[in-house]
């Protein structure tokens, strides 16, 4: 019944700036950590960034100073803004939002359908 539904990405050049949005919806009684991560071609899933519900913020060391992650509970939705792009960064981004639903009380992970994010010249 949960859904999580992204937005933002496409091609940029090296230096350029993205702002990638998730939005999660259904019978959600409460949201804890919310995170992104993102897959590379041949390459494992791993993780970009995460923020807790006290708003604690993690960061991978390949993305720390130039990505940001926020999120706004008001409209369940986690933010991701990447500035200072690379072409290592190209990738399918994908969000991730650990939830409690509201009828049944269960808690699991979510994940959205990715995004792809190009950067190149």
């Known amino acids: 019944q949960v859904q999580l539904v992204e937005s933002g990405g496409g091609l940029v050049q090296p230096g350029g700036s993205l702002r990638l949005s998730c939005a999660a919806s259904?019978?959600?009684?409460?949201?804890?950590?919310m995170g992104w991560y993102r897959q590379a071609p041949e390459k494992q899933r791993e993780l970009v960034a995460t923020v807790t519900s006290r708003r604690t913020t993690n960061y991978a060391d390949s993305v720390k100073g130039r990505f940001t992650i926020s999120r706004d509970n008001a409209k369940n939705t986690v933010y991701l803004q990447m500035n200072s792009l690379k072409p290592e960064d190209t990738a399918v981004y994908y969000c991730?939002?650990?939830?409690?639903?509201?009828?049944?009380?269960?808690?699991?992970?979510?994940w959205g359908q990715g995004t792809q994010v190009t950067v190149s010249s």
């Open positions: 259904g019978n959600i009684f409460n949201i804890y950590t």
């Open positions: 991730t939002a650990d939830i409690l639903n509201y009828g049944t009380l269960d808690r699991q992970g979510y």
